[in-house]
């Protein structure tokens, strides 16, 4: 059964600083693993994709790697701002008993201060 | 157009009333889901619909129906909920089923159950 394990579950930093998000997965067995952005009561917003034959990929300030051997997913925020305060979330698609799906972590909430 | 649509945004009822959501988008996507969400937790799988066929059912209780009356819409009908069912209800839609692109979510129904 795959597990997604999102270290930390929560951090607070002070805006401009570098910062590296963690997700960890049990079963290397996935077709990508997303990246998602969550504000309270709000949807998900799907930030990046890296399918499993990639290594990484970027989009602005993010940048997302993937280690599919070791199992291991880092997202990369550089320059932090106020605005990136959120839940980020990363999900593994996998294929899964009843087909293919996605296993969520619990998620690093994260806190830019002013 | 990106946009998954999802109404109402907020929904207060009682255990005995009967209530629908109502799931739109016009990306063209054949696959389309519901999850649930309960706060500080990841989403959980509901119902997946692909071309407009219920594919998975993840056991959810038969007190929440699902119904696909076409390729852009998704609707999730609620009879007899009781308050441990209050939660986020996210309506998401991804190319196909096979998860291979990116899953778009909607920014979901508040639903408190009284």
């Known amino acids: 059964k795959q597990e997604v394990t999102q270290i930390p579950a929560a951090l607070s930093v002070p805006e401009g600083e570098n910062l590296v998000l963690n997700c960890s997965f049990t079963?290397?067995?996935?077709?990508?693993l997303q990246w998602f952005r969550q504000d309270p009561g709000k949807g998900l917003t799907s930030l990046l994709l890296?399918?499993?034959?990639?290594r990484e990929q970027t989009s602005g300030r993010l940048n997302a790697s993937l280690d599919k051997s070791s199992g291991r997913s880092t997202l990369y925020i550089a320059a932090s701002q106020p605005g990136d305060s959120a839940t980020y979330l990363c999900?593994?698609?996998?294929?899964?008993?009843?087909?293919?799906?996605?296993?969520f972590g619990e998620g690093t909430q994260l806190t830019v201060n002013p | 157009d990106t946009e998954v649509t999802q109404t109402p945004k907020h929904l207060v009822m009682g255990m005995t009333n009967k209530k629908s959501l109502k799931c739109e988008q016009h990306?063209?996507?054949?696959?389309m889901y519901w999850y649930k969400q309960k706060a500080k937790k990841p989403p959980e799988l509901m119902f997946v619909y692909s071309y407009e066929k219920l594919s998975i059912n993840e056991s959810v209780p038969s007190r929440f129906s699902p119904e696909c009356p076409n390729s852009s819409l998704l609707n999730l009908h609620l009879h007899a909920l009781q308050p441990e069912d209050s939660a986020l209800y996210l309506c998401?839609?991804?190319?196909?089923?096979?998860?291979?692109?990116?899953?778009?979510f909607g920014s979901g129904t508040q639903l408190s159950v009284l």
């Open positions: 079963d290397s067995a996935i077709y990508n």
């Open positions: 998401a839609s991804s190319q196909d089923r096979t998860l291979t692109e990116k899953l778009f």
């Open positions: 999900a593994v698609g996998h294929l899964g008993t009843s087909g293919s799906r996605l296993t």
């Open positions: 890296i399918q499993s034959s990639q």
């Open positions: 990306m063209g996507h054949r696959a």
